[in-house]
């Protein structure tokens, strides 16, 4: 789609979405509001795309209700029942995910069909973690079991679909049951930010990126690659909080919550402090859904007196977690390892430092000014090494460096 048809028809989805949710109620909004999203789902992020759009977008759909009647069958049910209706969406994430392109390859063969690998499930790991935290917040009397358009609604709010942030359900319905009223102004003037950050700084940073500036089979000076890490960073800050930016403030306009996803993560002061700045979102549903019951767990299986060996342990688990979440490629797992290494030695280093100075020394380390930046220094300086695994597989990898002089 040509860039002014595209703007154009954003523009109708944020005036419609907001004539929608302004002055309709009840199921005549809940309908209205969720064939919206639908159609416009389809059309910007299924239409003219890859072979097969449309088909594809009929097994997204076709999934969304095989979703919601698990969820209705299952969510409120006693025992163990529940875990099944939470475990259906990322069992879907997996699917996708992680299952060889050779078996869609073989699928599409015995279908008739001509498929060249892994569907294209656009959104589908935000997909995942928003519906699977929904059987949650009901099994635990947070929110009301929806009916069908309201969980479609939730399931298919364009704003958030692509990249998040990844809305919790009793948030995304404050927008429904009472005034969430920002100014225009301000929603507009977050729009303009996040795509200029989005289409224009994110562009100019890409140039001198890992794969802008070093993989091109050339040699390179060794500085090339600080340089590359550098502005890798930048670019996948400035592309992904850009992005969350826009569909932030498209979601005001039309009296949508949606919760921020970032908090000045180069100013972090180590590795965790950093995961509580950067993809907040997916920090919060990591820490509540696995992090808080894992480490409950450990401590009641190890004892009291080995907690902190527990915490490390579940740190270890959730962030080698995380990189995988990121991609199927053994660099996201190395990624979430090197991670995980960061947050633990954090960890350690905390229970030291507590011990050795005591309460009082402990809060003037903390809150002497040249320790804060030096740490903050350093925190940015291994946050942006470690995206090297994030942005290149390894063999890209050793390409890197077997050129660099």
């Keep these: 789609m040509e860039t002014p048809y595209l703007l154009l028809g954003l523009l109708s989805y944020v005036v419609l979405g907001r004539l929608t949710m302004r002055h309709l109620t009840g199921v005549r909004r809940e309908s209205v509001f969720a064939a919206l999203n639908v159609t416009s789902v389809f059309f910007f992020l299924f239409y003219g795309g890859k072979e097969h759009f449309v088909l594809r977008f009929i097994i997204y759909l076709a999934l969304i209700v095989g979703l919601y009647l698990v969820l209705r069958l299952f969510a409120q049910k006693r025992g163990a029942w529940p875990w099944l209706a939470f475990a259906a969406p990322l069992a879907a994430l997996i699917i996708v995910r992680y299952v060889p392109g050779e078996w869609y390859v073989a699928l599409g063969h015995a279908l008739g069909k001509t498929w060249r690998g892994v569907p294209n499930m656009i959104g589908i790991s935000y997909l995942a973690y928003r519906c699977s935290r929904l059987v949650l917040e009901i099994r635990n009397g947070v929110v009301k079991q929806p009916n069908f358009p309201e969980y479609v609604n939730f399931a298919f709010f364009l704003p958030t679909m692509p990249v998040g942030p990844i809305n919790t359900y009793q948030n995304f319905r404050r927008g429904f049951v009472e005034k969430y009223d920002v100014p225009l102004g301000r929603a507009a003037l977050r729009i303009l930010v996040g795509a200029v950050k989005y289409q224009f700084l994110a562009g100019l940073c890409n140039q001198l990126t890992y794969s802008g500036l070093l993989l091109d089979d050339h040699p390179h000076h060794w500085v090339d690659l600080p340089v590359a890490m550098l502005f890798y960073y930048l670019f996948l800050y400035l592309n992904f909080s850009g992005f969350c930016d826009m569909a932030i403030g498209a979601a005001a306009l039309m009296g949508i919550p949606v919760p921020e ?18 993809h907040i979102t997916l920090s ?24 902190n060996h ?24 190395a990624y979430g390892a090197v991670h995980a290494l960061g947050v633990v030695a954090n960890h350690y280093y905390t229970v030291f ?53």
């Excluded at 996803?261 to 950067?278: G, T």
């Excluded at 820490?287 to 007196?305: A, H, N």
């Excluded at 527990?310 to 797992?333: D, R």
Aim: net charge positive; hydrophobic share 50%.
């Design 261 to 278: 996803n970032f908090d000045n993560p180069f100013a972090a002061r180590n590795v965790k402090d950093f995961w509580n700045r950067w």
């Design 353 to 405: 430092l507590k011990k050795k100075l005591g309460r009082e020394k402990f809060k003037a380390y903390n809150e002497n000014r040249w320790i804060r930046a030096a740490a903050a220094a350093g925190t940015f300086c291994y946050c942006g090494a470690s995206l090297i695994f994030f942005a290149n597989t390894f063999p890209q990898i050793k390409d890197i460096f077997s050129n660099l002089q």
């Design 284 to 307: 919060a549903w990591m820490r509540d859904v696995f992090f808080s019951p894992l480490s409950k767990y450990l401590v009641g299986k190890m004892g009291i007196q080995l907690t």
């Design 310 to 333: 527990a915490v490390a342990l579940t740190i270890a688990i959730v962030f080698l977690l995380v990189g995988i979440w990121h991609g199927a490629g053994w660099n996201f797992a």
